[in-house]
């Protein structure tokens, strides 16, 4: 037996997409970072500003990753997934400031970064249990879940427009200078910075994969497919439901965290509920239920995004739009589907 | 003549060109003055020449006591110039030839050379300037019996609601030397409403003199003028301090009943808009268990065709506005149908890419109207009778616009139900409600009962926005801002129960409104969105769940 076949069985790389995925990755922010240290007259050399563009992408995958999960897997359709990427956020925003100015009183806490580091994963995680276990408990499924989390971000944002909230109102968090000392500016952060993006979308790619290839993951495909039979064999579906939820809302609280020192800006636009169901339009059009196809949705929209918003800005709200209603119907398994389909053919041709 | 006339007239003898004669010479020639009046003129009085030079002489004197009892003989007089003498007495129009002894009015006093007009005859008596005119000077106390007196005398005058408004100025304005005047005013008075404002007007002098027993006629009065003196005698040391806090505190509770009318008012018409919003979807949301993300966008297209429409009738908005409401029903709905045709049909049972494709076409349809017609607000103008509010008293006034859009509501509400309920559609879609199963095997046929009922739904949505245009700017937003609240009034109700959405519609409506005071606006609508995500675990099935095995 070889050693890539005891790799293969014995990890969770047996599945071809995993590993491509991870390659594809893995070789995609080598290529980056060494691509950026090229000296800046080089034909092929990439500046700060493309580096942390692409850097965005990867949180914006990473939320991705956080909304197939409960929705591919667990047939949840979070509407408000915005709002956990957004609290996450602004704990991060928090201590950012807390670098130039001090805080409020209550606040004066974030400034500490392993408190901040918590809070970005405990404050999402805190509402999505609250919120998950009023709304699990009493069986809130489908499109009524959808709109009341919805109802949460939007209240979320209208909360936070506030000046009274102490999170600088409309305006949100912004201008920051400097993270755990090192410069926000200096070049060796900005690549730091991608780096510790790509680094979490790995590992929540590999740790999404490992939880879906568990028990675990199976009793929520189980109750995504047929709740009822689940709850009648003896598996306490509102655990399930709640376990995957929390955890979802902390990775979404985590992919905040790295956007915002990255953009350099958190406001209350990010609980808007356009921008939760954009993700969810990311994760439609790359696939449901792969993980994989999640991120590639995530990165090709957001690209596209980027370029139309600046060549014809009136387009992209027809583009966005326009792929809402192609995907739902005619690619209801989003490209990774539309891959595994044409892959099929030609295997039965073959 | 009324013998109280006589009585008005005797202030008048004591002064002015007639002060040298003796009382009783005074009295006589009033009284013959009087009877000969009675004789020559009994529907307008006219004084002669002579009496009127005398009547304006007594102003020439620069002691403003004098001037004070001369303005009152005129306005106790009966030359019909009177009320033309003290407006312009009242404005320093009024004077005299410098060399002579006539009496100007000057029309305009803008320029260095005045128009002038004879004051007794009214002619035109060319121009005059600052050499030639000495104008009449007035002070302040002269200035606020002068209004007094003009507000007594037009009481005299001109149709009902001239004298109310004359009636409502004297509030607050009587005085000692005019309260008799006002007295005889109320004896005249046929009017109830004008004899009630003046009985305020003689209460309040009363009362500020300090008699206790004219607090009753004020009790319940809501007049801010009323109000403000009471609070001062209530705080003050006078005898009957005590006496007019307690009426005082009557008009306060009586005020903030009429104020928890207002806020009903505006609650129900916040409420009325929700529920005119959301029934359209209440409606395909139950009969097709499809949740329509571009219902809002639907508002807004409702809203785009009265714009329209008024666009095209430029100076009609009565019509426009009548025109817009079969106009938006039918815009929205054959939008309706097209989206329900195109995409919604292919995606039947599966409600969350529903969602997701309908929320694809609201930011379509969004952007066509930002690309056709512009990103920016369009305002629409209301009729004349949308306009303005309806001023029940002081306290509680009810804007037209919002009262329309009530109305506008319970209207259509009824419409719906006498459809749902009378109608062979009415009776289809119930059914396919139900149990569409059922429905099909029984021959209906769904798809079609499908297709009317999202042209109804969207149809109401379109009439939304027909009403919406009236209370608010028309932009490419409109829709967005009202969606989520929507749906919440959906949830809130019960789906596909039309009793419920407007019960939910109404409710979150007041309970908004009642709360603003107290938090802020932004708050309120956190508040209220986070009762309603509780409120639904507890009850999923919302307000009026469907009985039976249909939840």
Not at chain 2, 487 to 502: I, P, Q, R, S, Y
């Amino acid at each position: 037996m070889s050693l890539a076949t005891v790799f293969k069985r014995n990890s969770l790389l047996d599945e071809r997409s995993t590993w491509i995925t991870s390659v594809v990755l893995i070789v995609g922010m080598l290529a980056v970072v060494v691509l950026h240290a090229l000296p800046p007259d080089h034909a092929w050399h990439l500046n700060d500003s493309v580096v942390s563009l692409l850097g965005k992408y990867l949180t914006y995958m990473l939320l991705a990753l956080a909304v197939d999960l409960i929705w591919g897997y667990l047939g949840i359709l979070s509407l408000g997934h915005g709002a956990f990427f957004a609290l996450g956020g602004y704990a991060m925003g928090l201590y950012l400031t807390a670098q130039q100015a001090p805080l409020a009183p209550w606040q004066a806490v974030m400034a500490h970064f392993p408190v901040a580091a918590l809070a970005v994963v405990l404050a999402p995680g805190l509402l999505a249990l609250v919120f998950g276990w009023l709304a699990f408990r009493s069986r809130v499924t489908g499109v009524y879940f959808s709109i009341i989390t919805q109802a949460l971000t939007f209240a979320l944002m209208l909360a936070f427009n506030r000046n009274e909230m102490g999170m600088g109102g409309s305006t949100g968090l912004t201008r920051f200078d400097e993270l755990l000392g090192f410069s926000l500016s200096s070049e060796g952060m900005t690549v730091a910075l991608f780096v510790a993006s790509g680094v979490a979308v790995l590992l929540a790619f590999w740790g999404c994969k490992a939880i879906t290839r568990s028990r675990l993951g199976r009793v929520c495909m189980a109750t995504r497919d047929a709740e009822a039979r689940v709850r009648f064999i003896g598996y306490r579906v509102e655990h399930v439901k709640l376990a995957v939820f929390v955890l979802s809302a902390m990775i979404a609280g985590i992919a905040g965290a790295l956007y915002v020192p990255q953009v350099g800006i958190i406001n209350p636009s990010t609980f808007a509920p356009l921008f939760s169901i954009e993700v969810v339009v990311w994760v439609a059009l790359g696939g449901r239920a792969t993980l994989y196809g999640a991120l590639l949705g995530a990165l090709v929209v957001n690209y596209l995004k980027t370029v139309l918003t600046g060549v014809m800005p009136d387009a992209w709200l027809f583009l966005l739009g326009g792929l809402f209603v192609v995907v739902t119907m005619f690619l209801p398994q989003g490209v990774a589907g539309l891959m595994a389909h044409l892959r099929r053919r030609r295997e039965v041709t073959a | 003549m009324t013998p109280t006339h006589a009585m008005n007239v005797r202030p008048e003898s004591m002064t002015g060109s007639q002060a040298g004669f003796g009382f009783r010479h005074c009295l006589m020639v009033v009284a013959v003055l009087l009877v000969w009046f009675a004789i020559v003129s009994p529907v307008q009085a006219e004084v002669t020449p002579q009496r009127a030079q005398a009547l304006l002489q007594a102003l020439d004197t620069d002691d403003f006591d004098a001037k004070a009892e001369a303005a009152q003989a005129i306005a106790a007089s009966d030359a019909a110039q009177k009320t033309r003498w003290l407006e312009a007495l009242l404005d320093g129009r009024l004077g005299r030839e410098r060399r002579g002894e006539r009496f100007y009015i000057i029309t305009d006093d803008s320029g260095r050379e005045w128009p002038i007009i004879d004051a007794i005859t009214f002619e035109d008596a060319g121009t005059g300037s600052r050499r030639s005119v000495d104008a009449f000077r007035i002070n302040n106390a002269l200035r606020t019996q002068l209004q007094g007196l003009i507000a007594s005398l037009s009481l005299d005058e001109g149709d009902e609601a001239t004298r109310l408004d004359a009636a409502k100025r004297l509030i607050g304005e009587v005085d000692a030397q005019s309260v008799d005047a006002v007295a005889a005013q109320l004896d005249d008075e046929e009017s109830s409403a004008v004899r009630a404002e003046i009985e305020t007007a003689l209460a309040l002098y009363r009362v500020e003199q300090g008699d206790a027993s004219a607090l009753s006629t004020l009790r319940g009065n809501l007049d801010t003028r009323v109000r403000n003196s009471l609070s001062t005698i209530a705080a003050s040391d006078a005898p009957i301090a005590a006496e007019a806090g307690e009426t005082l505190a009557g008009i306060e509770s009586k005020r903030a009943w009429y104020e928890r009318g207002q806020t009903l008012f505006f609650g129900l018409s916040a409420g009325s808009v929700l529920v005119l919003a959301a029934i359209g979807l209440a409606i395909t949301f139950g009969v097709m268990g499809v949740i329509n993300m571009a219902h809002g966008e639907l508002i807004m297209l409702g809203a785009y065709t009265t714009w329209m429409i008024q666009q095209l009738l430029p100076g009609q908005p009565g019509l426009a506005l009548l025109l817009a409401i079969p106009g938006g029903f039918l815009v929205a709905a054959a939008f309706g149908i097209l989206i329900e045709r195109s995409v919604i049909r292919f995606l039947k049972g599966r409600p969350l890419e529903t969602l997701l494709a309908t929320f694809g076409i609201s930011l379509i349809l969004q952007q066509l109207v930002r690309t056709v017609f512009s990103p920016l607000n369009r305002r629409v103008a209301s009729p004349d009778w949308l306009q303005g509010a309806w001023q029940i008293n002081e306290a509680l006034s009810l804007t037209l616009n919002r009262l329309g859009v009530l109305l506008f509501c319970l209207v259509v509400f009824a419409a719906l139900w006498a459809l749902m309920r009378y109608t062979r559609l009415g009776l289809e879609v119930r059914a396919v409600t139900q149990n569409r199963t059922m429905a099909r095997s029984m021959g209906v046929r769904a798809a079609r009962v499908d297709m009317l009922t999202f042209g109804l739904g969207a149809g109401v949505a379109g009439l939304a926005g027909v009403a919406l245009s009236q209370i608010t700017n028309v932009g490419p937003n409109l829709g967005q801002s009202y969606i989520v609240d929507s749906f919440l009034v959906v949830v809130f109700g019960g789906v596909g129960n039309l009793w419920g959405t407007l019960v939910a519609g109404m409710s979150l409506g007041v309970i908004n409104q009642v709360l603003q005071p107290w938090v802020g606006a932004v708050l309120a609508k956190v508040i209220v969105l986070i009762g309603v995500i509780l409120f639904i675990q507890k009850r999923p099935q919302g307000l009026f769940a469907p009985k039976g095995r249909t939840s």
